[in-house]
């Protein structure tokens, strides 16, 4: 006797390997909508990069090291070239935060605080969609970092120091 199981249905990465936090508010302001997300520092650094994949081909950069008190910005980078900077990045951005990554267009703007905090400004409602389509919970409220610290607390991390200045170096992003 054998049993057959009908197809299953794909059970998508970001619903199987979420954490109980995982969640976002979406709220509309006169012009514009904002999300706040908050999940795992490594699946915020994950979903940040994955979510550039809903921006155009060429977006605008600014970046700001805490620890250092450097900042870059870039217009007009190839959105793929910002994609594959956060993944050389993306172990040190989750194991330190510190960093503030704003990527942004006319239309929308994804940005990843130092407290590895999540949010997205648009002017359209499409994002409440695709944060629902990744497995994402909306809710009213959410719990924010509970180690917020301020601008000058943040401890040296000199090898994403080093990798943030390769990275601006690669993707020729000017002192800001």
Not at 11 to 39: C, E, K, M, N
Not at 75 to 89: C, N, S
Not at 103 to 116: G, I, N
Not at 129 to 148: F, I
């Amino acid at each position: 006797m054998s049993f057959f199981r009908g197809r299953q249905p794909e059970t998508s990465i970001w619903r199987r390997f979420r954490s109980g936090l995982d969640g976002f508010t979406f709220v509309q302001d006169t012009d514009h909508y904002a999300a706040h997300i908050v999940t795992s520092a490594e699946r915020a650094v994950d979903l940040f990069r994955a979510l550039l994949d809903h921006l155009g081909p060429a977006v605008d950069v600014a970046v700001e090291d805490r620890r250092g008190k450097r900042s870059w910005t870039g217009e007009q980078v190839a959105r793929a070239d910002v994609q594959d900077a956060i993944g050389r990045l993306q172990t040190s951005l989750a194991a330190a935060g510190g960093v503030e990554i704003a990527v942004y267009t006319a239309q929308d703007q994804v940005t990843l605080d130092a407290q590895l905090e999540l949010f997205i400004y648009a002017r359209s409602d499409r994002w409440l969609y695709l944060l629902l389509g990744l497995g994402l919970e909306e809710r009213t409220t959410l719990p924010t970092r509970s180690w917020r610290v301020s601008r000058h607390d943040f401890e040296p991390a000199p090898e994403l120091s080093d990798a943030l200045e390769a990275a601006a170096t690669r993707l020729s992003l000017r002192p800001g």
